[in-house]
């Protein structure tokens, strides 16, 4: 991009963020750091694939944001790269929409405005610890690039573990996560000018740092419920197997939606299977394959065989059903 290409997308991304942040805050809203394209190009080595630590599933039924455009199916995705500013290492969060039927078909206006929401909610969200804090943005790009702290052991893969080998954590940690996740939630859900649904958890939005303290992340289809009502009507633009299927039947998001979300992870933890594996037959199938185990006490054949093997495994079993 030259100069006048970046001035351009400077001046229309700040002033839809600017018109969106006033909005969301009743007039009032907090400053954001703006960093330079090139600063950031220079951070990830000009967005170099060894510097990627994450990608936004490709498939819809794992997660993919869908949309409709002119009869094209767009995908909408993000990259998480890792970077390096002032000897410091951050997280640069870039959007980009790719076309399903025609690759040579683009148009960022959904992702721009994804974009914009995650920095206007990471923004207000930024100062809880068990969010991903948002360092600022860059509005330079046609599309804007968050800029993020850095999380040290990256995002919980789809079985509750982390890293590329899928390690598991003990099952002390994984009660500590969820706990720390919860009160995230809470937050998201109480203590804004008004409630906010985020649509999205999965294990993939959620870091973890050196401490294996989680971050919550990406507020990109996070809806805001208007005032007095309790719920909000929205299409569902989510494909997500954490989806609450009430609000893909009624498209009327409500915070449960994302207590729903939310009890997949705890699924997760506690049987150390993907979403996939647990959610074959959907909604009431999976209370009932889950409290025939515990009702029945076979909660050892239900759990992950990690939980067990650990120190004190045994006396684990209690916990795992007071979890489940």
């Not at 078909?105 to 923004?123: E, G, H, L, M, P």
């Not at 993939?204 to 990406?218: A, C, Q």
Request: hydrophobic share 35%; aromatic share 8%; with cysteine.
């Amino acid at each position: 991009m030259n100069k006048k290409e970046r001035e351009k997308s400077f001046l229309r991304n700040g002033g839809i963020l600017l018109e969106d942040l006033i909005a969301s805050s009743n007039g009032k809203c907090n400053l954001i750091r703006n960093f330079y394209a090139e600063v950031l190009i220079t951070a990830t080595n000009n967005f170099h694939s060894t510097h990627i630590m994450q990608q936004c599933p490709l498939l819809p039924q794992e997660g993919i944001i869908v949309y409709e455009l002119n009869d094209h199916l767009e995908h909408v995705t993000y990259l998480m790269y890792k970077g390096y500013l002032d000897d410091r290492q951050i997280i640069v969060k870039k959007f980009m929409s790719l076309s399903v039927e025609d690759d040579n078909v683009r148009n960022s206006d959904k992702a721009q405005s994804y974009a914009i929401r995650d920095i206007v909610i990471a923004t207000q969200m930024s100062n809880h610890n068990n969010v991903l804090k948002l360092l600022g943005c860059c509005l330079e790009f046609p599309i804007p690039a968050l800029v993020h702290e850095y999380a040290a052991n990256g995002a919980l893969n789809d079985k509750g573990g982390f890293g590329a080998d899928e390690e598991f954590l003990p099952w002390k940690l994984r009660m500590r996560i969820a706990k720390q996740l919860a009160n995230s939630l809470t937050y998201l859900h109480t203590a804004l000018l008004r409630p906010v649904i985020h649509r999205d958890i999965r294990p993939s939005s959620i870091f973890l740092d050196r401490n294996f303290v989680p971050k919550l992340s990406n507020f990109s289809v996070s809806i805001t419920i208007p005032p007095h009502q309790p719920y909000t009507s929205n299409e569902t633009d989510i494909t997500s197997l954490y989806c609450d299927p009430e609000y893909l039947e009624s498209s009327s998001a409500t915070e449960k939606s994302d207590v729903y979300s939310f009890d997949m992870l705890l699924l997760i933890f506690s049987t150390g299977k993907s979403a996939k594996a647990i959610s074959w037959e959907r909604k009431p199938l999976i209370n009932n394959y889950v409290g025939e185990h515990v009702l029945n006490e076979q909660v050892t054949e239900f759990v992950d065989p990690n939980i067990l093997r650990e120190e004190g495994g045994d006396g684990q079993a209690q916990q795992v059903k007071d979890f489940l």
